[in-house]
């Protein structure tokens, strides 16, 4: 049944094989969703498939997983293929993965994060209609600072419908990355001239023009692939009044507008 599925979304679909290439890229679609990049801690993935179109995302590792988060003090098994539907903020119609509850394995459905009610708080529900939730912050890397761009994108999605941009989380900033982007770029340095530029940016994908309000020193915005690079002279933080969140601004910020 897995491979008939597999079968029927694999036109115009994106695969991908080698265990660090599909770490990486089913990395990114978590990313791409506003999900814990935890949520898949798969080892020896031999194949990631992703199609744009539907939603259908699956994955094939060698041997079946159980991981146990630590924090939360539960384990999940991972099938050798696991696959189901992605949409932001929201894996459905999974299948491959279940949870040890007392005794009995219990088949995961459903994983989402609620954008309008809390998003510190990600939820596991079965077939049957029973769900629970968890700390987010259980479901990250180990090591991985990622409350930034997981709280920042859910803020950014309730702020317009419209908007188009995504948060890189730390790991992404890296010389490689800044440097596939640095043919025809516009940089501008200066914290007014930055600040003026940044705005404008903001106004153009529709969302507020004090989104940021870190004293930027440099701005690199890659027009034809919307990434943005952004540099301060130290890390500083912006309190968000309406949601009594706090953001850490590091030093440096990319994005893909």
Known sequence: MSAQQIASHIEDAEIYHGEALCRQKSRELLDKMCLPRGLLPLDDVVEFGYNHTSGFVWLKQKKRKEHRFRAIS???????????????HRMRRLSGVKSKELLIWVSISDIYVDPNSDLDKITFANGTGSSRSFPATAFGLEGEDHSFAYIINPILHSISSHHQLLILPKQFHSSTLIESHRNNVEIYHGESLCKQKLRELLEELALPKDLFRADIDEMGYHRPSGFVRLKQGKKSEQKLKATSKTIVYNAELTMLG
């Open 74 to 88: 539960k384990t999940v098994s991972y099938d050798t293929e696991v696959m189901g539907f992605v949409e932001e």
